[in-house]
C-alpha cells in the first residue's frame, strides 16, 4: 500500500484519500520518507512555523542554481539572474493575484518591515520639517502597533518612530493592548477601534497601522481584511503594513481583495521555498501617493523636476516609479520595486529564482493549495483537540470558534506548568530540555502568567507525532515536578 501512494504522488486524488476515520489527510510518514528525508531521524519537528522546509526536488534545483553560479558567476550576472527572478515574480504575483510589478522579493517578513518602516519614517520626517521651516504648526501624527507584534517587527517600528527625536517633531508610536488568551479571533477589534478612535478624537493623523495576517506568538490569525475596512473607512488610516510571514500557503491571500498598502509574507516557511525568500507587495495605490509626494517635496523652486528614470543606465517604464526605495541602495536604483531588489550586491540569490518551482511542487505534486490547507487543517484539528484533551487544557483560539483556521494552534501547557515555569528563562529552559533530551522542538510563549505551546503541522507530520509529543512533554513536567531536572 505504501508503495502504491508513493508511486502515484503526483495523482492527487490517488493520494488525498479518506484514511480510516473518513478525514481527508495526507500519509505524512510516507510524504516524509519520500521528500523530506534530510530531517533530522526520530525528531518530533513540530515547529515548522518558525523556519519551514524544503522537499528533496526544490532544495536539489537550489543546489543545481548555486552550482551554476560558481561555475560561471558573469553568464549568470549579466545574461540570466534578472530574468530568472523576474519570473519568480510573476509566478507568485499570479498565486497571490498582484501584478509584478507591484512584487519584489527579499529576504525575509522582518527585511519587508525595514523597507516599509524606513520608507514611511523618512516621508514624515521630510515633511515635518517642510512645516518647521515655513513656520507652520507640526501635524499630530500616530503610528500603531500591537503587543503581539513580532518581536523583530516591534524594534524596528520603535528604532524609526520611537525615537525622542520623532517625539520632539509630534511622531508618536502607540501599541495597541490584545487581549489574550482569546475564544475567537474577533475578539481583537475591539481595542483596536478604541485606540484608533481614542487617535483621531485627540486630532490625530493616523499615519500607519502596522497588523498582522497570522500573528507569531500567540498564533492568531486576524480578520484582516475587516480590520482594514475599519482602518480606512471609519479613522482614515493612511497606510497599513501587514506583516504575513506565517500566511503564504498556510491561509488563502489574495492581495488586491485584502487591499491592504503594504503586505509581506515568508515563502520558505509555508510555500517550500528553501531559506531564505519572502515576497514584498506595495499597492498601486502607494505608488500613486509616491509620486505625488515626490513632486511635492522633491523639487526646489530653482530646479526642474527631472524623471529619476531618465538617468537610469537601464531604463524601464516609468510605471515602476513611484514605489519606495530598497533599503540597500545599489545598481538598479531608480529602476522600479522589483529591479531593485534584483540586485543589492553579491550574494547568493539562488533561492529568488526557484519559486514557481516550491509553487508545482504545491500545485502538481500536492494537487494544489487547497488540498494542502484541508489536510494540514484536519491533522492540526485533530492534534490539538487531542493534546488539550489529554493534558487537561485548552486551546486559545477556539478551534471551534474561527471562521479561518490555519495549521498553528495554541495550546495551554498542564496545570503543573504553573507552578514550574514561572519566568521566560523557566519556559526557555523547559523547551531547551524538551529539544535535546526529549528530541522534540515546539516554541513556547509565557502569557500573563500561563505558558501555551504553538503548534505546528506540515505536509510531512502524521498523527502518532502527535501523540508521541504530548507523553513526552507530560514526562519532562513530571521531572521538573521531582526537582531532577
Same mark, same amino acid.
Given at each position: 500500500?505504501?508503495?502504491?501512494?508513493?508511486?502515484?504522488?503526483?495523482?492527487?486524488?490517488?493520494?488525498?484519500?479518506?484514511?480510516?476515520?473518513?478525514?481527508?489527510?495526507?500519509?505524512?510518514?510516507?510524504?516524509?520518507?519520500?521528500?523530506?528525508?534530510?530531517?533530522?531521524?526520530?525528531?518530533?519537528?513540530?515547529?515548522?512555523?518558525?523556519?519551514?522546509?524544503?522537499?528533496?526536488?526544490?532544495?536539489?534545483?537550489?543546489?543545481?542554481?548555486?552550482?551554476?553560479?560558481?561555475?560561471?558567476?558573469?553568464?549568470?550576472?549579466?545574461?540570466?539572474?534578472?530574468?530568472?527572478?523576474?519570473?519568480?515574480?510573476?509566478?507568485?504575483?499570479?498565486?497571490?493575484?498582484?501584478?509584478?510589478?507591484?512584487?519584489?522579493?527579499?529576504?525575509?517578513?522582518?527585511?519587508?518591515?525595514?523597507?516599509?518602516?524606513?520608507?514611511?519614517?523618512?516621508?514624515?520626517?521630510?515633511?515635518?520639517?517642510?512645516?518647521?521651516?515655513?513656520?507652520?504648526?507640526?501635524?499630530?501624527?500616530?503610528?500603531?502597533?500591537?503587543?503581539?507584534? &513580532?518581536?523583530?517587527?516591534?524594534?524596528?517600528?520603535?528604532?524609526?518612530?520611537?525615537?525622542?527625536?520623532?517625539?520632539?517633531?509630534?511622531?508618536?508610536?502607540?501599541?495597541?493592548?490584545?487581549?489574550?488568551?482569546?475564544?475567537?479571533?474577533?475578539?481583537?477589534?475591539?481595542?483596536?477601534?478604541?485606540?484608533?478612535?481614542?487617535?483621531?478624537?485627540?486630532? &490625530?493623523?493616523?499615519?500607519?497601522?502596522?497588523?498582522?495576517?497570522?500573528?507569531?506568538?500567540?498564533?492568531?490569525?486576524?480578520?484582516?481584511?475587516?480590520?482594514?475596512?475599519?482602518?480606512?473607512?471609519?479613522?482614515?488610516?493612511?497606510?497599513?503594513?501587514?506583516?504575513?510571514?506565517?500566511?503564504?500557503?498556510?491561509?488563502?491571500?489574495?492581495?488586491?481583495?485584502?487591499?491592504?498598502?503594504?503586505?509581506?509574507?515568508?515563502?520558505?516557511?509555508?510555500?517550500?521555498?528553501?531559506?531564505?525568500?519572502?515576497?514584498?507587495?506595495?499597492?498601486?495605490?502607494?505608488?500613486?501617493?509616491?509620486?505625488?509626494?515626490?513632486?511635492?517635496?522633491?523639487?526646489?523652486?530653482?530646479?526642474?523636476?527631472?524623471?529619476?528614470?531618465?538617468?537610469?543606465?537601464?531604463?524601464?517604464?516609468?510605471?515602476?516609479?513611484?514605489?519606495?526605495?530598497?533599503?540597500?541602495?545599489?545598481?538598479?536604483?531608480?529602476?522600479?520595486?522589483?529591479?531593485?531588489?534584483?540586485?543589492?550586491?553579491?550574494?547568493?540569490?539562488?533561492?529568488?529564482?526557484?519559486?514557481?518551482?516550491?509553487?508545482?511542487?504545491?500545485?502538481?505534486?500536492?494537487?494544489?493549495?487547497?488540498?494542502?490547507?484541508?489536510?494540514?487543517?484536519?491533522?492540526?484539528?485533530?492534534?490539538?483537540?487531542?493534546?488539550?484533551?489529554?493534558?487537561?487544557?485548552?486551546?486559545?483560539?477556539?478551534?471551534?470558534?474561527?471562521?479561518?483556521?490555519?495549521?498553528?494552534?495554541?495550546?495551554?501547557?498542564?496545570?503543573?506548568?504553573?507552578?514550574?515555569?514561572?519566568?521566560?528563562?523557566?519556559?526557555?529552559?523547559?523547551?531547551?530540555?524538551?529539544?535535546?533530551?526529549?528530541?522534540?522542538?515546539?516554541?513556547?510563549?509565557?502569557?500573563?502568567?500561563?505558558?501555551?505551546?504553538?503548534?505546528?503541522?506540515?505536509?510531512?507530520?502524521?498523527?502518532?507525532?502527535?501523540?508521541?509529543?504530548?507523553?513526552?512533554?507530560?514526562?519532562?513536567?513530571?521531572?521538573?515536578?521531582?526537582?531532577?531536572?
Amino acid at each position: 500500500f505504501t508503495f502504491i501512494i508513493l508511486t502515484h504522488l503526483s495523482i492527487m486524488d490517488d493520494l488525498f484519500v479518506l484514511n480510516e476515520e473518513n478525514e481527508n489527510i495526507f500519509p505524512g510518514k510516507e510524504i516524509q520518507l519520500k521528500y523530506f528525508a534530510h530531517h533530522k531521524e526520530n525528531f518530533l519537528r513540530l515547529n515548522h512555523g518558525s523556519f519551514g522546509s524544503s522537499p528533496k526536488q526544490v532544495m536539489e534545483k537550489n543546489k543545481e542554481i548555486r552550482d551554476h553560479w560558481f561555475y560561471q558567476p558573469d553568464q549568470v550576472y549579466y545574461n540570466e539572474l534578472e530574468n530568472n527572478i523576474t519570473e519568480s515574480r510573476e509566478a507568485i504575483a499570479s498565486f497571490l493575484n498582484a501584478n509584478v510589478d507591484n512584487i519584489s522579493l527579499v529576504d525575509n517578513a522582518t527585511f519587508g518591515a525595514n523597507y516599509v518602516a524606513k520608507s514611511v519614517h523618512d516621508q514624515i520626517i521630510q515633511q515635518q520639517v517642510t512645516h518647521l521651516q515655513k513656520n507652520e504648526p507640526l501635524d499630530k501624527i500616530k503610528i500603531f502597533l500591537t503587543n503581539i507584534a &513580532y518581536g523583530a517587527v516591534s524594534k524596528v517600528y520603535r528604532h524609526f518612530f520611537g525615537s525622542k527625536f520623532c517625539k520632539d517633531l509630534n511622531i508618536e508610536l502607540d501599541v495597541i493592548v490584545l487581549p489574550y488568551p482569546v475564544n475567537a479571533a474577533s475578539e481583537i477589534i475591539p481595542p483596536i477601534i478604541e485606540a484608533l478612535q481614542s487617535a483621531k478624537d485627540a486630532g &490625530y493623523i493616523i499615519r500607519m497601522v502596522a497588523l498582522d495576517h497570522i500573528s507569531s506568538m500567540p498564533a492568531i490569525v486576524f480578520p484582516l481584511k475587516e480590520i482594514a475596512e475599519i482602518c480606512y473607512d471609519q479613522f482614515d488610516v493612511q497606510e497599513i503594513f501587514v506583516d504575513g510571514a506565517h500566511a503564504v500557503g498556510n491561509v488563502n491571500v489574495d492581495l488586491m481583495d485584502l487591499n491592504v498598502d503594504y503586505y509581506v509574507s515568508n515563502l520558505h516557511k509555508w510555500l517550500f521555498v528553501p531559506t531564505s525568500c519572502a515576497v514584498f507587495f506595495v499597492h498601486p495605490k502607494v505608488q500613486e501617493r509616491n509620486i505625488q509626494f515626490y513632486l511635492e517635496y522633491n523639487q526646489s523652486d530653482e530646479e526642474e523636476y527631472v524623471h529619476p528614470l531618465e538617468s537610469s543606465t537601464k531604463p524601464v517604464s516609468s510605471d515602476n516609479f513611484g514605489f519606495p526605495h530598497h533599503p540597500i541602495i545599489s545598481h538598479n536604483f531608480n529602476r522600479g520595486l522589483g529591479p531593485e531588489g534584483s540586485w543589492i550586491g553579491t550574494r547568493d540569490y539562488s533561492t529568488f529564482t526557484i519559486v514557481e518551482d516550491a509553487i508545482n511542487f504545491v500545485k502538481v505534486t500536492i494537487g494544489g493549495l487547497d488540498k494542502l490547507m484541508e489536510s494540514n487543517n484536519n491533522l492540526s484539528v485533530k492534534a490539538s483537540k487531542y493534546i488539550a484533551e489529554k493534558w487537561g487544557t485548552g486551546i486559545y483560539p477556539s478551534l471551534d470558534d474561527n471562521p479561518e483556521l490555519c495549521t498553528l494552534t495554541n495550546i495551554e501547557l498542564p496545570k503543573i506548568a504553573l507552578e514550574k515555569l514561572k519566568s521566560n528563562a523557566d519556559v526557555e529552559e523547559f523547551r531547551q530540555i524538551l529539544r535535546k533530551e526529549y528530541n522534540a522542538e515546539i516554541p513556547m510563549i509565557l502569557m500573563n502568567g500561563i505558558t501555551y505551546i504553538r503548534l505546528s503541522v506540515q505536509i510531512y507530520n502524521y498523527f502518532d507525532e502527535y501523540v508521541e509529543f504530548a507523553d513526552r512533554v507530560l514526562q519532562l513536567l513530571e521531572k521538573f515536578q521531582a526537582g531532577s531536572n
